[in-house]
Structures are given as C-alpha cells and as structure tokens.
C-alpha cells in the first residue's frame, strides 16, 4: 500500500508526520515500511534519517541542440514547440533552443525535415537511495537548484519504490503538477493540515483535488490545540475521516529545528500515530 | 514617475510565515499593488479581504485527448511520447490527463489525425481592491500545471495597474520551493526577501532558494522568523550569510501574536500595532526602501 502524505500549503507539518510514521512504523512496529521524499524542490526528510550509505544517480532529460551548418531557419520546430523554447532570427541565420524552458518532449527533432536536431543529455535532478543492512528504506528525489522540472523527478523518484509493502511518500505540497504526480500514485493520502484560516483554506482545496482524483483520505491536525471551529466543522460537514491530532508544544518546534524525529523525543506522541496508523490501514495493517 | 519597485517574498520552505510577512509589508508601503503569486495556496486574501471587482480565466496548459472514433490503435503515440502519457486500457488508447504536457508530438505522429490538443482554462485571475491598495491574485485550477506562465501574467496585470495608480511598489507574495512559479516570480524583480525559520530543513531550503536566486541579478535580503526557537541556528544561519554577503535584515521573536492575528483576519500591525513584531517589521520595512 502507497501512502502519500501531503498538505494544501507548506509547513503544516507534513515532512513531521512521514518521518513520524516512517520511525513508528519502523522501529516500534517493527514494520519493514520504505519512505519516499518525493517533495523534490525542497527535500527535508533526509534532515530526520541517518545513513552511512548512501548511493545516489542523476535524473537526466534530452535536450535537443540546432545544428547551425544544418538547419535551413524553415521554423518548424519553433512552430511545434508547445513551450516556446526555441528562439529563431532567419535573417541573421540563429536559432537557438532556451534550455531552461525546454521540456525536452522531442517534437522539435521529430518534425525537423534536416535532421538538424540531435540530442544532449542534461541532468535535472538526483535520486539517492540511502542503505540500512542492505535495506533500501529511503529513496529521495531532489530537483537540481534552476531545474522547473520537479514533476518529471518525482516520477522517476516513485518509479523506483518497492512494489510490496508499505511505502510512505512525503509529496510536495498544493494542488499543482508536482503534487498530482505524488499523489496520482498512491492509494491512500493523508492531509496534514493546522488549526487557522490558511490551513482551512488550503485543506478545501486538496481535499477537492483528491476528491477528483478517487483517492481514499483522511485528515491529520497538526499544531492542533488552537480551538479554530470551522475547520472541524468543515471536516465532520464534509464526513471526512480524522486520523488523528498531534498538539503544539513549543519544545516540539525546537526539537524539530534541531533534525529530531518528534516520536523519539517524546514517546506520548507514539500512541497518536499508532492511532493514525490504524485508522489508514482499517486496524488490520499491522 | 519611474517603475515601481518590485519587491518579491519568497520562503523556501513553506509555513515560515512569509504571507504575515507579506501583508503587514502590504500596510507599510502605503502605495503599492499586492499581488499573490503563491497560485497553489493563496493565501493572502484570507488577510487582506480584497473586494473582487473582475475575474478571468487563463489557460496555462494544454492537453491531448485521442478520438476513439479514429484511432487505429497503430501504437505510434505511446512509443514517442517521452511522459509515458499514453496508456492502452479497454482495448484502446487513452491519455492520461495528469501525466500529459501537452507537448503535441502525439498529434504530430498520428497518422490519421486522431489526437487533439485542448487548451485547460481553470485558472483565474482576479482583479480586486485591498484595504491597502489594489490587488491582483491568481488561482490554479485543480492539477494544473504550468503555473510559472500564471505567476508571470499576474505579474504583468500588476505592473499595469501600477502604472495606471503610479504606485511605487509591486509586493509580491511568492510561491514556496524553487520549481517553476519561484523561477517566474523573481525574474526581472528589483528585490528577493527570503523569509526563513531557525530549523535545519529552514535553513537547507534557504541555501537552495539562494543559489536559484543567484542566477538572477535580483538582490536577496533574509528574515529570520521565530529565531528564538532556536539561537544556535540563528546564528549559523547568520555567519553563513554573512559568508555570502547576503544581509539579514531582521529577526523577529516567536510570539503567538502571529496566529492570533491571522485568526482574526488582521495584519500583525493592525492587530497589535505597538508589539515587538509589528515595530520590528516597521523597521526592516524603513530600511528596505
Ligand atoms: S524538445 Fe520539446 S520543449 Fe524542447 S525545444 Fe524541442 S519541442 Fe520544445
Ligand atoms: S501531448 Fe505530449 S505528453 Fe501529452 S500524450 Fe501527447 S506526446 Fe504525450
């Protein structure tokens, strides 16, 4: 079963729950259970996990390149191109592909009539696969720093989880490509969300968005302690599930700020994720 | 009167309190236009309580859809399409909508024209006017993709409003990460104020935020909010830059004030005008401009 963990807005608290549930999985449970940090443009979960082996390889795309001595300026490839990466002057005979918006698709190569077009290998991201005994347990996917190709290094990164067994992915947040190509791929999604105005605001919107998607889903209150009722409103209106709440406490920020898993650092928070772990699986997982 | 000076706010790492940020700066500057560029989670509005006065769709994306009344099923698309888009389930082909770019090659393969290209509106842009000035936000549709091309006609509104109000300043709430949105929200600004948090994830996001950033000629300032969740980072954090020669121009306290404020839809200075914070963020405004 894939787990995706998610939230509407950033910093609710979502890298906090997978990793939470990662270690209570793992070492109280006993569990053999795989973590994916699928949030590629800011990859955190690795801050929490401790590896000496890490073994890592690059996510590549083809980038085409314009033969100058080739390409008769005929403006075809400009024309397909569907993200206005090339950038074509007849007169002074240039044409030029912009890297950085380049999808690498192919159509460009596939249309020009010359065979102008060849092809480069340009590296957009990283996936790293840290070892424990010989036990594949992280896998990370990290966007190069001025990649816009996230999208296409979370599918790689969730291309090589396990297909047995429980995989947690820590998705990237909001309702756009990045998100969607996290949470397409799992079977369950949990909404990491806090107790104010924004989080309501940004809890609707994923909601809908797994909603539209048929994924099954349940919701986790972060920072809960604030007595903000229209987000419980909201959830008991809407008849979705609360898998569970995990209180504010200033030391918790501060252990968190230091790379401290919280379910290490304070054992009380162990039976609300045992509790969370058990409404996701139906108390039959584990 | 010259350009207005545009003024991005970036985070990084979400949740870090850039959007208070935003929008106590948003009372401070008198005379700007606010945008939101955070399309996936606006949330700026939720403070700023803007009056809609128009509202447009935009298309930032397209999609191909194969008309099952023509494909033959020669399996040419599936091979060539580079985003493994296209699927065969019920004897057919059929594209997968979230996996699609909407690059064409598809369409340019098919040997009887069976694929279409259609253009996805469900974005929206709104024009509206704030109790600070007027506002200009937008709204991802649901999976959509592309949102560097809406961060950038939002930005564009924005500068054509400014000119019609003679604002000074553009501020801008701006996306978290460094994909695509952040990309499309710094380029061509006058200014990058990075608000960060004392925990290892804040600062290794803000690392990142800067190297994206300094690619571009735009000039990075740094906020660290809540720096006494932890001093010991702060501190890192704060030789680290120095190392840099990027400045910090402000730390402000962990206070509960933040949330109270946000609960009640106010801005930090409106909320609790003579508070640590508010005075605080008084003076990095002064500074800035
Ligand atoms: S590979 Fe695709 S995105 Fe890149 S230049 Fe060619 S047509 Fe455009
Ligand atoms: S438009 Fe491009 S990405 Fe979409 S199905 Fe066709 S070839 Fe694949």
Known sequence: MRVAITSGKGGTGKTTVSTGLFHVFSKYLKYDVQLLDCDAEEPNCHIFIKSDNVTSYPVNISIPYIDPDKCTFCGKCKNVCAFNAIVMLPAIKFAEVVEDMCHGCGACSYVCPEGAIKELIKPIGRISHYDCHGIDYFIEGRLNVGSALQTRVIRETIDHARQKGVVLFDSPPGTSCPVIAAVS????????????PFGLYDLRLMADTVKQLGKKHGIVINK????????????????????????????????????????????????????IINSIFDGQAV | MGKPFEIVVLSGKGGTGKTSITAAFALLAENAVITDCDVDAADLHLILSPVVYKSENFASGSKAVIDRERCTACGFCPELCRFEAIEFKNNGYYVDEYACEGCGLCKEVCPVGAVNILKYENNRIYFSNSRFGPMVYGKLGIAEENSGRLVSRIRQYAQETAKKTRARYILTDGPPGIGCPVISSVTGSDLVIAVTEPTRSGWHDLQRLIEMTGRFKTPVLVIINKYDLNKDMTITIENNLKGKGIKVSGKIPYDETMIRSLLEGKTINEFKPHGTIAYELSRIWEAIV
Request: glycine content about 8%.
């Open chain 1, 185 to 196: 791929k799992a079977d369950y999604v949990v909404m990491v969300t806090e107790p104010t």
């Open chain 1, 224 to 275: 809960s302690g604030l007595n903000y009722k229209p987000l419980y409103e909201y959830i008991s209106q809407n008849k979705i599930t609360l898998l569970g709440e995990i209180p504010f406490k200033k030391e918790y920020a501060m252990a968190y700020s230091k790379g401290e898993i919280l379910t290490e650092y304070d054992k009380g928070l162990m039976d609300i994720y045992i509790g």
